[in-house]
């Protein structure tokens, strides 16, 4: 019936939709969901007509949309989010264009209209100018232009919106009868309606598709499948509840005292044992319900998955904000420049070494770094400091991977600028010399890679402590240990066996970096440092998740 194969829609640069494919049957009602923004009435206007493709191609009953546009479009009921609107048409002179341009006339196009007016309970407004309606009557006459001509597919955008629960039991019966003459696809936010009338659902997230199955088994990937909701006038006893066979956990409605929602292991019925402890105990129950599981939970989370580091630009640029407000990043960075300057400048001795490198100065890198990089850490998380500010973030669609990798990146960031503010020292030693410039490029990358694995450990810090007096100190600690684990493994070089030594230290951070610091710049060392950042970025994620639940 209809079928679309790699679809991809630029607007301006930004691709709203990213290579869709997936096809349906005739007399099938495909639910396509998804959050606001994700692409659903793009992708609807792409499948009508009424904007082309990038690249792809749609195919309506072996018609494609590019090359037979009109044919396609004859096939083609197509109902717009907002409704139909007109600022002096009456609802029944609209109708009758729209069955003319399809083609009807006479008795046929009068007959239809009539019809398809009865249908969707326009009769009372058909004389009524279309500009005074409703929205959900807008709606409604939007449905009816498209259904006139009896379309072999209808589309449907948010069809649902305004309508009240009475309508929207009738729009469900509609539905129901209208899948029996063609295939339907219906776009919207309220996952719900469509429980009982879809027979498929595909979700969409920021304009890839990322998930294709029926309602069904939606419900059942939902964490509140076989769920059971009660409602009390007196507190239950929660305690109880949990200790039941079967129960994986207990959710309190905050803005219904007295509600709870009991969840349930996967493949366990707790239904029977709740009925049975509210009979022993005698609780005076106002309402309890098995639940088939939400969808809106099911489709957020598929979301969540399909727009992964999507809001990571967000979270880099307001962390850069934070340090560019902070006065200590600025003391941090200003204290390193002068340490590297003071420092390297005595240590390089290039007119006693008769040499022009910078191999001395970025030996002192790892313990420089100990000033550095705790400082920059403690500022990392001070926007949770504050308690509103940490719930409201919490309450936002921002994973905490994002959160974690857009702070470090913009640490890691602070950092490489400091690093590169020490490129004056790179044109002394030109200057006096003829060293190796890649050799000091290579230094200035692996120094930079030491940095990020060290702000890594920072970031973990962070997410185990609250104070910042106490994240500085235990990041110190922790990296002074591991700057000074060679000097250890000397010392214990005649006491264990040398297996054990070689071991560790290979895992010795400054042991890595100082092969690195040579010069010899191999995947090996590169591979170490990005390893150790991923494991310790992984670690703070797993951290936060856990403390947010």
């Known amino acids: 019936m209809i079928e679309i194969s790699n679809l991809t829609k630029h607007l301006g640069k930004t691709r709203v939709i990213s290579n869709l494919s997936f096809c349906a049957q005739r007399q099938e009602c495909v639910g396509l969901l998804g959050e606001s923004g994700a692409g659903k009435t793009t992708l609807l206007s792409l499948?009508?007509?009424?904007?082309?493709?990038?690249?792809?191609?749609?195919?309506?009953?072996?018609?494609?949309?590019?090359?037979?546009?009109?044919?396609?479009?004859?096939?083609?009921?197509?109902?717009?989010?907002?409704?139909?609107?007109?600022?002096?048409?009456?609802?029944?002179n609209m109708l009758n264009f729209i069955a003319a341009i399809r083609g009807l006339s006479g008795m046929e196009k009068r007959s239809q209209v009539a019809q398809v007016a009865a249908r969707l309970e326009l009769l009372p407004v058909l004389d009524c100018p279309i500009n005074v309606l409703s929205l959900g009557l807008k709606?409604?006459?939007?449905?009816?232009?498209?259904?006139?001509?009896?379309?072999?597919?209808?589309?449907?955008?948010?069809?649902?919106?305004?309508?009240?629960?009475?309508?929207?039991?009738?729009?469900?019966a509609l539905i129901q009868s209208l899948s029996e003459e063609m295939t339907i696809i219906i776009a919207s936010r309220h996952y719900q309606d469509l429980a009982d009338i879809c027979t498929r659902a595909l979700v969409i997230a920021g304009g890839r598709l990322v998930g294709d199955a029926s309602l069904s088994d939606l419900q059942r990937s939902s964490r509140h499948f076989q769920a059971v909701t009660l409602a009390a006038d007196a507190p239950l006893d929660l305690l109880a509840?949990?200790?039941?066979?079967?129960?994986?956990?207990?959710?309190?409605?905050?803005?219904?005292?007295?509600?709870?929602?009991?969840?349930?292991?996967?493949?366990?019925?707790?239904?029977?044992?709740?009925?049975?402890?509210?009979?022993?105990?005698?609780?005076?129950?106002t309402s309890m319900n098995l639940e088939p599981g939400r969808l809106n939970d099911v489709v957020h989370h598929l979301s969540q998955d399909g727009n992964t580091l999507r809001l990571l630009?967000?979270?880099?640029k307001r962390q850069l904000v934070s340090y560019a407000c902070a006065p200590s990043a600025y003391l941090s960075v200003a204290v390193f420049l002068a340490l590297c300057a003071a420092l390297g400048?005595?240590?390089?001795?290039?007119?006693?070494?008769?040499?022009?490198?910078?191999?001395?100065?970025?030996?002192?890198?790892?313990?420089l770094y100990l000033l550095l990089v705790p400082l920059l850490s403690t500022q990392l998380w001070s926007d949770e400091s504050n308690a509103s500010f940490y719930n409201t973030l919490n309450a936002l669609p921002?994973?905490?991977?994002?959160?974690?990798?857009?702070?470090?990146i913009a640490a890691w960031t602070v950092c490489g600028i400091a690093l590169m503010l020490n490129f004056p020292l790179v044109i002394a030693v030109n200057y006096l010399g003829t060293p190796d410039n890649s050799v000091i490029a290579s230094q200035f990358l692996a120094s930079w890679l030491l940095a990020g694995s060290y702000l890594s450990v920072g970031c973990f810090i962070c997410v185990l402590a609250n104070q910042r007096l106490?994240?500085?100190?235990?990041?110190?600690?922790?990296?002074?240990?591991?700057?000074?684990?060679?000097?250890?493994?000397?010392?214990?070089?005649?006491?264990?066996?040398?297996?054990?030594?070689?071991?560790?230290?290979?895992?010795?951070?400054?042991?890595?970096?100082?092969?690195?610091?040579?010069?010899?710049?191999?995947l090996q060392d590169s591979l170490y440092f990005i390893s150790m950042i991923v494991a310790f970025l992984f670690a703070t994620t797993l951290t936060l998740n856990y403390k947010n639940s």
């Open 398 to 408: 921002v994973t905490s991977m994002e959160r974690v990798i857009g702070k470090f």
């Open 139 to 172: 709606r409604r006459v939007a449905m009816a232009q498209a259904l006139l001509h009896s379309p072999s597919l209808l589309l449907l955008d948010e069809p649902t919106e305004g309508l009240c629960p009475d309508q929207r039991l009738k729009f469900r």
């Open 313 to 316: 630009p967000v979270i880099f």
């Open 241 to 285: 509840l949990a200790v039941l066979p079967g129960v994986a956990g207990i959710e309190e409605d905050r803005h219904a005292p007295g509600k709870v929602t009991v969840l349930a292991m996967p493949g366990h019925s707790i239904f029977p044992s709740i009925n049975a402890l509210i009979t022993h105990r005698g609780w005076n129950i």
């Open 470 to 522: 106490l994240i500085f100190f235990f990041t110190l600690g922790l990296l002074l240990t591991a700057s000074g684990l060679s000097s250890v493994l000397d010392a214990l070089e005649q006491q264990a066996p040398i297996w054990i030594i070689d071991s560790l230290m290979s895992l010795d951070p400054v042991a890595r970096f100082s092969a690195m610091d040579n010069g010899k710049l191999t």
């Open 345 to 367: 400048l005595h240590s390089n001795q290039w007119m006693e070494r008769n040499s022009s490198d910078l191999q001395a100065f970025f030996e002192l890198h790892p313990w």
């Open 47 to 92: 499948i009508a007509g009424t904007i082309k493709p990038t690249a792809g191609h749609i195919s309506i009953q072996g018609f494609n949309t590019h090359t037979h546009p009109i044919q396609a479009k004859k096939v083609i009921g197509y109902q717009l989010q907002n409704g139909l609107d007109h600022h002096t048409m009456p609802v029944k």
